[in-house]
């Protein structure tokens, strides 16, 4: 299934290739949607998981110093607040459930394919403007919302539910349409209006395929308890 999150995301999504395919349909993925998955193996992705929303959320706070308007740093602002009050407590309320405190969900310690991605989407930042960070960021921002919208549709058991409708209700899909607009901006005000044709554009699509290609990776090491 195919979301329609902007213009320069629907073109990044096929730059990256099969890429994209590994990850929106990884075998976690499907076992979240057939209820097959291990719910230790659940709870290992969701401790991990929110260590990652920590350092994404700072990902997305530097996208503030990085925006050069105000509508851009609004809707960064609106994502770190959907970040930190919403998607994280989420995983402090489903992991407390399992006798797991916020104390030591915060305490988690990160695995390597954790610290990879995170760090790759941080030095983009860094290292580059706007436009290169969320070319980092939105893999993980529309995957998510095209992976719940779809297992919404084709699920076939309700163990996982709530995380399924977490990424595929209303809500979350307008964040998504939300940061599709602010990619689409971001690279119409400093590349053009044909920002497909500019010298950077390729760079930026290898950034967000490297970017999907962590996103496998982390799926594969939620497999792994």
Request: overall charge negative.
């Amino acid at each position: 299934m195919t979301r329609e999150y902007g213009r320069a995301f629907a073109a990044m999504r096929t730059e990256a290739g099969e890429a994209w395919r590994d990850y929106t349909r990884h075998a976690f993925v499907e076992a979240l949607g057939d209820g097959t998955l291990p719910h230790e193996a659940f709870l290992h992705y969701l401790q991990q998981d929110y260590v990652f929303l920590v350092h994404f959320s700072r990902a997305w706070a530097l996208a503030v110093v990085k925006s050069e308007t105000h509508a851009e740093m609004l809707a960064a602002v609106g994502t770190v607040n959907a970040l930190v009050a919403e998607e994280m407590q989420l995983h402090v309320e489903t992991c407390a459930k399992a006798g797991i405190s916020g104390e030591a969900l915060f305490a988690t310690a990160e695995r390597p394919e954790n610290l990879a991605y995170t760090r790759f989407v941080l030095e983009a930042g860094y290292s580059g403007d706007l436009l290169d960070l969320l070319a980092a960021l939105a893999p993980c921002v529309m995957g998510y919302g095209e992976i719940g919208a779809r297992l919404q549709s084709e699920a076939t058991s309700e163990r996982y539910a709530d995380w399924i409708g977490t990424y595929a209700r209303k809500d979350y899909q307008q964040s998504c349409a939300a940061v599709g607009a602010l990619l689409d901006g971001a690279a119409t005000r400093r590349l053009g209006p044909e920002f497909e044709s500019s010298p950077r554009w390729q760079r930026l699509c290898r950034t967000f395929r490297t970017a999907t290609e962590l996103e496998v990776q982390f799926w594969q090491m939620g497999l792994r308890p």
